[in-house]
């Protein structure tokens, strides 16, 4: 049984940090090409960072230069350092976990950001 379960949302004032985790079992982790995803209500899911299988990362726009993403195969984890937290960072973020035709996700953590 896959399993894909997310940690470390919360609130945090603008300006503040984060650091979501995302914790995998059922899966050969390191073959698995990892991703952070968002959605805000009333919006579509959006993809924001990812991370290959060999440690290549690509970000959106929106959070490049203020969001890690990284990962440890042998934690079977992948994490998102998130800084310089903004209102519209808001949202609840779901890691999802591809390789080939395969797609996981897990059920969302909630980020909060508001003073």
């Known amino acids: 049984q896959v399993q894909l379960v997310e940690s470390g949302g919360g609130l945090v004032q603008p300006g503040g940090s984060l650091r979501l985790s995302c914790a995998a079992s059922?899966?050969?982790?390191?073959?698995?090409?990892m991703g952070w995803y968002r959605q805000a209500p009333g919006k579509q899911r959006e993809l924001i960072a990812t991370?290959?299988?060999?440690?290549?990362?690509n970000y959106a726009d929106s959070v490049k230069g203020r969001f890690t993403i990284s990962r440890d195969n042998a934690k079977k984890a992948v994490f998102l350092q998130m800084n310089s937290l903004k209102p519209e960072d808001m949202a609840v973020y779901y890691c999802?976990?591809?390789?080939?035709?395969?797609?996981?996700w897990g059920q969302g953590t909630q980020v909060t950001v508001s003073s």
């Open positions: 999802s976990a591809d390789h080939r035709l395969l797609r996981y």
């Open positions: 059922g899966i050969i982790f390191s073959i698995y090409d």
């Open positions: 991370i290959t299988s060999g440690g290549s990362t």
